[in-house]
């Protein structure tokens, strides 16, 4: 392979059919998207769902977790947010995501009035040791998160 | 296991203005679509991606599921229970299916 | 006074629980997960379920039938009792009837000798062998879904029995063989099942904590596995990590390693299913 090169006499000596492949190369590589960090799609995927709005860490959520889940297949998972839950003032909209997993998504709990209390309880899988966030929105259009880092651990001997 | 099957454990009467917890676990595999078979082929994702239940009709809580959530996928949430009636839980299969139970609820 | 010592013996067993680090009550369907062992020649004093080694969340799945994932199996196990397979038309309830009377015990019992075999018959085998030949049904493979819950279902009717297996008589030879493969080195990394269950139990080997490998939860749902599995899948996984070359499940020789891992596990209640990481 040719090392790309734009400077001084390497220019030169670039034939057509070069220059032609390199220009292939530079749109493919235009195309192709960039591995990007798995946090940073993590993210990605708050700013989506916050439409821009900030999500502060204001301890209104709460993420119940182990701080060490003895297997990775199935970590048990508790949020909650503190919220009257009434007609005009609840939690709309839970979405929980893991910051270090090939997709971040876990999964979005939708909430309404009538649930009384924004409460859900599930398992989820986390391919290693991460932080899982929370992201809830607000009937009043407000956003506010939390952070739980879990220690996945690998059993004896490999299993 | 061959067929889902769901579980549900919610109480069958309540006090008015109550707040009851409900419990699901449904029998699935949960393939993620990240794995690979023993000839390195990537195993299709398969995955109840959507968990609803309604009260009279009405959705009174949803999930939109991830392929990070295990296997034989476990959900607990509450409800207020204000007026008596039937709920109805809906777990939906990449595949199509749709794997439902109903249950009434007395209210006091 | 009396009282007095009453609650003294009660505040004694509350701290005992608190030591050895349970979070919760023991788990459903059991009143012990510790006993004292009573073969004189036991190579252990106390005898622990697997789930004493276990984090307070992996604990807690086992804590109730609701919210334990085994239960699945035992309910698809419950539907297959009843469903007539063959060409003798026949159910398990056919003959056996209510197994909640009929498999009371069963479960705990299990290797068995067979006279007609001579040899020893596990739960497995002896659930194959009532199709074959009772039924006229084809027997379920090992580890198929139908197995693993017919087995789960059964075993779990004999949920709180105390293990008591026969090892004497014609169970001596096999007996014998289940001891000498559990005392045996094998594999890459030359360790026999006595190495780390027997003189380690109770420390860490990695991040993980060592088990007795006690044989009382099982069919076991596995966190690793996401779904039940035998105690021969689970002999096999670990000669698979030790490198070695594994027996077959249903094998004479996992047969033999069965019988010998149930009696050191004599006189613990029967978990099925239990709830392992």
């Known amino acids: 392979m040719k090392t790309l090169s734009l400077k001084g006499d390497a220019m030169k000596d670039m034939t057509r059919r070069d220059a032609l492949w390199m220009t292939a190369g530079l749109l493919a590589v235009a195309v192709v998207p960039l591995p990007v960090d798995a946090a940073d799609t993590a993210m990605e995927e708050i700013r989506q769902f916050t439409g821009g709005s900030e999500a502060a860490e204001s301890g209104k ?33 839970v979405m929980v995501l893991a910051d270090a997993n090939p997709r971040p998504g876990v999964a979005t709990f939708h909430f309404s009035p009538k649930s009384g209390v924004a409460e859900a309880s599930t398992r989820m899988r986390l391919a290693r040791t991460q932080n899982v966030i929370a992201v809830a929105e607000m009937s009043d259009g407000s956003f506010h998160m939390a952070k739980a880092t879990v220690k996945v651990t690998i059993g004896g001997c490999g299993g | 296991m061959a067929k889902s099957k769901p579980r549900v454990k919610a109480p069958k009467a309540a006090g008015k203005g109550e707040v009851i917890t409900i419990k699901t676990l449904i029998s699935h595999k949960m393939e993620s679509g990240q794995r690979k078979d023993k000839q390195g082929n990537l195993i299709p994702r398969q995955i109840i991606h959507n968990f609803t239940a309604k009260f009279n009709g009405e959705t009174v809580f949803s999930v939109d599921i991830e392929p990070a ?14 007026e008596p009636g039937e709920f109805e839980f809906i777990w939906e299969d990449d595949d199509g299916s749709v794997y439902s139970k109903k249950q009434k609820l007395s209210v006091t | 006074m009396v009282m007095r010592t009453k609650i003294a013996l009660l505040s004694a ?6 030591m050895s680090g349970y979070a919760f009550a023991l788990p459903e369907g059991v009143d012990t997960v510790q006993v004292t062992a ?3 020649d036991h190579p252990l004093g106390e005898l622990y379920s697997g ?34 397979d063959g060409s003798e038309q026949k159910s398990c309830a056919s003959c056996h009837e209510d197994a909640a009377d009929s498999m009371a015990t069963t479960g705990a019992q ?43 279902f059964v075993r779990n009717q004999s949920r709180g029995t105390p293990v008591e297996v026969q090892i004497d008589g014609p169970m001596t030879p096999w007996f014998e063989k289940g001891k000498d493969l559990y005392n045996t080195r094998v594999g890459q990394l030359d360790l026999a099942c006595v190495n780390c269950h027997q003189n380690y139990y109770g420390q860490s080997i990695r991040a993980d904590r060592l088990s007795q490998g006690q044989s009382n939860g099982f069919p076991t749902y596995r966190l690793k596995w996401q779904k039940i599995g035998s105690l021969h899948r689970r002999f096999k996984g670990c000669m698979d990590q030790v490198r070695a070359e594994p027996y077959k499940v249903g094998s004479d020789e996992f047969l033999a390693l069965e019988l010998y891992v149930n009696w050191r596990g004599q006189g613990l209640p029967v978990e099925a299913p239990a709830v392992r990481q």
């Open chain 3, 13 to 18: 067993a509350a701290a005992g629980l608190v």
């Open chain 3, 38 to 40: 009573t073969a004189k």
């Open chain 2, 69 to 82: 959530i295990s296997a034989n996928p476990y959900l607990q949430f509450k409800m207020r229970a204000d």
């Open chain 1, 61 to 93: 959520i709460s993420l119940e977790m182990p701080e060490i889940a003895e297997n990775g297949n199935t970590v048990p998972l508790t949020v909650s947010v503190d919220s009257p839950m009434s007609g005009d003032d609840y939690v709309k909209r």
């Open chain 3, 51 to 84: 789930w004493h080694f276990r984090t307070p969340e992996t604990q807690a799945l086992q804590q109730d039938d609701f919210e334990n994932p085994g239960f699945l199996w035992v309910e698809q196990g419950a539907e297959l009792w009843e469903t007539v």
């Open chain 3, 110 to 152: 299990m290797p068995k000798w067979n006279e007609a075999l001579g040899k020893p018959v596990n739960l497995e085998q002896q659930i194959n062998m009532c199709r074959s030949e009772r039924m006229g049904a084809k027997p379920w493979k090992w580890e198929s879904s139908e197995l693993l819950s017919m087995t789960s």
